[in-house]
């Protein structure tokens, strides 16, 4: 039972360099030798063949919350349940297609998993955090200083404290999840008018870390940003689910079952509170 973080799909190989010298069997130096170099090989071939009993599962993590993901992983592989699989988590866009077992998606299926045979497991709500440019001067703010911003009271930083340059509010799509999970919680986001509107988590983060975004306001999934960026803030709560979707052919089997029942465990609730996830209720 292991996991493995792929951060990058480009394939690897191992190479084995050097050259084994030719010797006469009752050459007892070169033999020696030769003998020690067969042993090592021997074992690496065993420890090889021994991780490659294990079955491989692959978790597509590319779309955001891999860190959630993978401490959930982590996590899991320490059960007795899995015993005898490697969970591969790829946090990276794949340069080609691959095979997996499950797709992390940062919202409920609903009424659509019976459409296209897919269902899911709810592993937690993921924090959705207010980010800003590195130029702001703004790192506090209250709920009545982001209603403000986003009702456009307010069109300079130096109004909240910050720097002498105008504000710039980056969002997202309007049916977008994080976006619609905000607006649900804090109504006066329904009527902003954004500057920049922003159509991934990932297009958002480099926005914000980048010149265009120094002095722009934004939110996102809490982990999918650098904590410079993080704004800390008083009155703001919202999360958005986290699930694994998988074929709902598998439902049945044992590993399905047990991640299952690992997500709904006390462990599992304690392990998100401790990393300051919010555990799905």
Known sequence: MSIRIIRSCR????????????????????????????????VLM??????????????????????????FFEHFAKQDQAEGYQFNVIVALPEQSQETMFTVRHHSLG????????????????PIAIVVGGKTGVKKLSIGDLARLYRRKVNNWSQLG??????????????????SEIKRHHSFMSDANFDKVLVSGQAMREFIESEDGNYAVGFGSREDFSPKHLVEMYGFTAGVDVG?????????????KAISRYAKSAEWRQTLMAHKFYPVL
Not at 55 to 61: G, K, L, M, R
Not at 113 to 123: A, D, F, W
Not at 173 to 178: M, P
Request: aromatic share 6%.
């Open 111 to 126: 009424g659509a998993g019976s459409k296209v045979e897919k269902t899911e497991i709810l592993l937690a709500k993921a």
């Open 46 to 71: 065993w420890l090889t063949t021994a991780a490659l009993a294990d079955e491989v599962i692959t978790i597509d993590a590319s779309s955001g919350s891999s860190r959630l993901v993978t401490l």
């Open 162 to 179: 910050g720097a002498n340059h105008a504000i710039v509010l980056a969002g997202r799509q309007d049916d977008e999840q994080i976006y």
């Open 11 to 42: 394939s690897s190989h191992i190479e084995f360099g050097g050259q084994v010298p030719m010797t006469k069997l009752g050459d007892t130096r070169h033999g020696g030798m030769f003998f020690m170099f067969l042993l090592r090989i021997l």
């Open 244 to 256: 694994l979707v998988y074929d709902k052919k598998h439902a049945d089997t044992a590993l399905i």
